[in-house]
């Protein structure tokens, strides 16, 4: 008997494990899952909830129902990875052997890597929406808020799903709109990018929007500290930013297991091939989701392309064939962008965020880089595809985990 | 396109950073620099090797990388290369222009 071993049961852990039992024979492999929280949550929900557009229970499931039932789940923390010695070791002491391992440990914030963010005013005007703590807190703040300076903020990349504080914004503008308070809110976003977003022709058409929408760009800020005496953020250049309420995306980085175990980078992400998907260090261990340090955006879509490969890829390794090198940093979002609009971008390593019609070449319905009701509506039907599709393993229709070219004005990226 | 540096013709991309490392040297670096205006010292030249050797072993480059670089601190590093540190400097070392990527 073998074993295959999943470290993180969030989005990419729970895809694999629901892929991988239906490939590998009940007979020959044992398959582990061990992640230390009950709660499987619906991170992209983060975003929605500071708004009361989605509930606290929208957002959240026990995470043992998507675990199939072969699939041996173990609640614990994980305490290390030993890799010469092929087995993990657990904080109760348990120790875990395993012929496969796959690292799906994610991405967490780090506000403690800035001076004065998580200081004294954190959860009082100072905020994150990327846990479920944050966007709580943060949506109570946001029902009593009588207005002022809101910044919109991006510590230092990469950060996961890059176009959520922008999706923020513009939730915002229309928040503020609706209960009739937006001459009483300034809202400006700061980024530590050039532009709106990481992309050219994408940043574009959103930089549009953010003027449409009466939000401020402060671009190129590199954060030295938030002085939160005066309520203002500070960068490098010692340019000043003052605020209000000051919702920040953190430095997000690996699970500090990795750290401990000696197998990340500067950020704890773990160092894997870009195509597929096999760790660099070791080639019995693969990683998958925002845990490794891929150039792509950490995404749950990038997540759920990368599992249909990894799955193959992993059969491959069993059978002692070459692994496909086909991951090509497909990546697929709608970016909500207020109103009960949003525009979908569609990209990869080297093809930029194009205008065109998705997923059907040249009908859509879904229009790429256009704002669109219907957009929209994907949007909110996504979270039903996600708890009963996507996390199942469950194939999307006409989605592929390469990018598509057709139907689309293409242009390369240098 | 092309661009006459210290009276050569160098291969430069829309931004002005060099397409070909091969054409650098400390003439080019200085000229470039002038542009910037930075004027080269110890410190920079330093900081130019390491962002090249960083550039070489295909390690990207961050304003964290710079902290944990050993080199120089952040806040140098923006009074030596003023008006965006890493842009500023990566022309001047003769290295693209580092994608914040994702």
Known sequence: MKNLLILGAGTAGTMMANHLVKKLPTQDWKITIVDQYKTHYHQPGFLFLPFDIYTTKQVKKNGKKFIPKRVDYIQEKIDLIEPEQNQVKLENGELIAYDILIIATGTKIAPEEIEGMKGPKWQDNIFDFYTYEGAKALRNKLREWDGGKLVVHITEMPIKCPVAPLEFAFLADSFFKNKGMRDKVDITYVTPLSGAFTKPKATEALHHLLEEKSIKEVTDFNIERVDYEN????????????????????????????????????????????????????????????????????????????????????????????????????????????????????????????????????????????????????????RWVYWNMLIKGIHIPFVSATMSEKGKKLEQVN | MKKLIANREIEVNEEGYLVDFQQWDKEICECIADECNVVMSEKHWEVVEYLQDKHKSEEPLSIRGIKRSGVINIKEFYNLFPGGPLKVSTKIAGIPKPKSCI
């Open chain 1, 231 to 382: 309520n203002k953020i500070i960068d490098y250049a010692d340019v000043e930013v003052p605020y209000d309420l000051l919702v920040t995306v953190p430095t997000n980085m690996g699970d500090q297991l990795i750290e401990r175990s000696g197998m990340g980078d500067d950020l704890n992400f773990v160092p894997t091939d870009k195509a597929t998907l096999q760790t660099k260090a070791h080639e019995n261990i693969f990683a998958i989701g925002d845990a490794t340090n891929l150039p792509a955006s950490k995404a749950g879509s990038v997540a759920h392309f990368e599992a249909e490969i990894l799955t193959d890829n992993i059969l491959r390794y069993i059978e002692g064939k070459p692994l496909k090198e086909e991951f090509d940093g497909h990546a697929n979002c709608f970016v909500e962008t207020g109103n009960g609009k949003a525009l979908l971008i569609d990209f990869n390593y080297t093809q930029e965020p194009v205008e065109g019609t998705f997923p059907f070449p040249g009908v859509g319905p879904l229009k790429l880089l256009k704002e669109s009701r219907s957009n929209h509506m994907g949007k909110m039907a996504f």
